[in-house]
C-alpha cells in the first residue's frame, strides 16, 4: 500500500557510498517531495552515484569535508531553493534506519514542529562497544551541562522543521561534533527537542562507520564543554 507522500526533504550524507543506498534513495523518493544526497567526496565506489534515479538533487564536495559540512550544505541548498519544504529528515546513508522508523520520526516532527531525534536503545547487547561507550558518556555530558535528557546523541537519523533551517545552517562544526553543536543550539534556544524510540540495526558491528572513536569524541565533548560554557557565560 503506497504511503502518501509528505512534503518533507529527505537527505542523505554520504561518504563512500554503501551497497543500499539505492534502496535507501527509493524509499525515501516514494516518501518525500524531495530527495537529497550529498556526495561528501568520495573516493571509494562514487559511480554508485551515477545509479541514483534522476529525480534525486545530488550535491557534491569536491574533497572530504566532513558529516556536519554536508548537512549543511543540504541546509544551504533547502533554504535557497525549497523554501516550501516543511521541514527535512537526515538519514544515516549505511542502512542503519528502516523506513518505518524514519517516518515515525517525521510524523513526530511534523505534528509538533519540533526538531526529533530518533534513538537507539544503548543498553540492548547488540551494540557495538564502541557506540554504546560513546553515546552514553556524551548523553551524561549533555544532561550534566545543558540539563537535556537525550537516549541518543549520536543518532544520525534527525528531522529538522523548516523554521531552524536558518539556525541549523549557522551551527560551528564540519565534522561528527557539529551533531553534537545541533543539540547544543536547541538547548542554548530553548528549543523543545522530541524524541521517538527506534530499532537498532547495526551491519557487521557498525564496520562501515567512519566516526574515530578516540579523535572524535574527544571534538565531541570539547564541543559540549564549549557550548555549555557559553551558554552559562550569557546567562
Known amino acids: 500500500m503506497a504511503t502518501e507522500k509528505l512534503n518533507v526533504a529527505g537527505v542523505v550524507?554520504?561518504?563512500?557510498?554503501?551497497?543500499?543506498?539505492?534502496?535507501?534513495?527509493?524509499?525515501?523518493?516514494?516518501?518525500?517531495?524531495?530527495?537529497v544526497v550529498v556526495d561528501d567526496g568520495s573516493v571509494e565506489s562514487a559511480e554508485k552515484f551515477d545509479?541514483?534515479?534522476?529525480?534525486v538533487v545530488l550535491l557534491r564536495h569536491k574533497a572530504n569535508a566532513g558529516k556536519g559540512r554536508a548537512i549543511k550544505t543540504a541546509f544551504e541548498w533547502l533554504i535557497a531553493n525549497r523554501p516550501d519544504v516543511r521541514g527535512a529528515v537526515f538519514v544515516d546513508g549505511d542502512g542503519q534506519h528502516r523506513r518505518d522508523?524514519?517516518?515515525?520520526?517525521?510524523e513526530k516532527m511534523?505534528?509538533?514542529d519540533d526538531a526529533t531525534f530518533g534513538v537507539r536503545d544503548f543498553f540492548s547487547p547488540s551494540i557495538p562497544f564502541r557506540s554504546?561507550?560513546?553515546?552514553?558518556?556524551?548523553?551524561?555530558?549533555?544532561?550534566?551541562?545543558l540539563g537535556l535528557r537525550l537516549g541518543d546523541t549520536q543518532t544520525g537519523l534527525r528531522a529538522i522543521p523548516a523554521r531552524l533551517?536558518?539556525?541549523?545552517?549557522?551551527?560551528?562544526?564540519?565534522?561528527?561534533?557539529?551533531e553534537i553543536g545541533m543539540i547544543c543550539e536547541i538547548a542554548?534556544?530553548?528549543?523543545?527537542?522530541?524524541?521517538?524510540?527506534?530499532s537498532t540495526i547495526y551491519i557487521e558491528s557498525n564496520a562501515s562507520s567512519h566516526f574515530r572513536p578516540v579523535a572524535d569524541s574527544i571534538k565531541i565533548n570539547c564541543a559540549l564543554f564549549k557550548a555549555a560554557f557559553t551558554r552559562r557565560r550569557r546567562k
Open 110 to 112: 511534523l505534528e509538533t
Open 188 to 198: 542554548k534556544s530553548r528549543e523543545t527537542l522530541r524524541q521517538v524510540p527506534i
Open 51 to 55: 545509479e541514483l534515479p534522476r529525480e
Open 165 to 178: 533551517f536558518g539556525a541549523m545552517a549557522q551551527v560551528p562544526g564540519e565534522r561528527y561534533e557539529y
Open 13 to 35: 550524507p554520504v561518504f563512500n557510498p554503501e551497497p543500499g543506498l539505492a534502496a535507501l534513495v527509493d524509499g525515501l523518493l516514494q516518501d518525500y517531495a524531495v530527495v
Open 101 to 106: 522508523d524514519v517516518r515515525a520520526v517525521v
Open 132 to 145: 554504546r561507550f560513546g553515546n552514553v558518556f556524551s548523553a551524561g555530558v549533555v544532561r550534566l551541562l
